[in-house]
């Protein structure tokens, strides 16, 4: 559809469509912003919807904020609002969530009733979990993680970044075990000047899945392809993992 010269014009519409606009609002929106101000036949042109479709489409992108009209004379020009106003529309639907995230908690049953192994296929869907879990944690739960921290963080850097962040808003009893890596070393000095919680294993260990054990769930996590996770809730699994933790954590000195 999409006539727009770019190299990286396909991502560029796949990221418009994720936070929420759809394929013809993507495209005649990527076309303003290409043109500037400018007018529906040419628009129409370079984003290749029909004339008659671009007129609804930018009534819908001027109602989300990302086109206004300018007129010059007896002329009426469209004009691309700059991409940072995408983040309103992000911002719109995060607010949205936030609405009925209470009714959604409520409602949500992570337990299901008994002991369960729950499989997770692919990142996103692992990351969900990852959410999960930090929803689940209370202050001053323990926290047990066993990793390759350079590979983990590599998966998706903004995303574990901000899941970092957020866990340490939790005010948890974290500690980690890392195979040694630059990214490892540094966290170790900056932990050094906190609770000393991150020790590093010896570099005969390899890693290639990320264990988790929190007071209710242990989870393996795929650090390769197809970096899949289970998540189990099984009470006597989980002592067993916490009492193994604890012996390699001794084991690995300061």
């Not at 940072?84 to 049953?109: E, I, Q």
């Not at 808003?169 to 170790?188: D, E, G, Q």
């Not at 990320?210 to 197809?226: K, R, S």
Request: proline share 4%; glycine share 6%; net charge positive.
């Amino acid at each position: 559809m999409s006539k727009i010269p770019t190299l990286s014009n396909d991502k560029l519409l796949r990221v418009l469509s994720d936070i929420g606009l759809d394929e013809k609002e993507s495209h005649v929106y990527l076309a303003a912003l290409t043109l500037g101000p400018t007018s529906i036949l040419k628009i129409s042109n370079l984003a290749g919807v029909k004339r008659t479709t671009v007129y609804s489409v930018l009534g819908s992108l001027r109602h989300k904020g990302l086109v206004t009209v300018e007129v010059r004379g007896f002329r009426t020009r469209y004009v691309a609002s700059p991409p940072s106003a995408l983040r309103s529309v992000v911002a719109n639907k995060l607010t949205l969530l936030d609405d009925v995230m209470p009714d959604l908690a409520a409602r949500f049953n992570m337990s299901g009733g008994g002991a369960v192994i729950r499989q997770y296929q692919g990142l996103a869907a692992t990351k969900g979990l990852y959410e999960e879990l930090l929803e689940s944690m209370k202050s001053n739960d323990p926290y047990y993680v066993v990793t390759d921290l350079a590979m983990w963080e590599s998966l998706d850097a903004k995303f574990f970044a901000s899941f970092v962040r957020r866990r340490e808003s939790k005010n948890i009893r974290l500690h980690v075990l890392s195979t040694p890596s630059k990214a490892a070393l540094r966290r170790k000095d900056l932990d050094r000047q906190g609770a000393g919680h991150f020790r590093i294993l010896p570099a005969t260990v390899a890693v290639t899945t990320n264990l988790i054990i929190t007071p209710h769930h242990v989870v393996f996590h795929q650090l390769v392809p197809p970096m899949d996770a289970i998540l189990l809730n099984n009470k006597s699994v989980i002592n067993l993992q916490i009492e193994l933790f604890k012996a390699i954590w001794d084991s690995c000195g300061q």
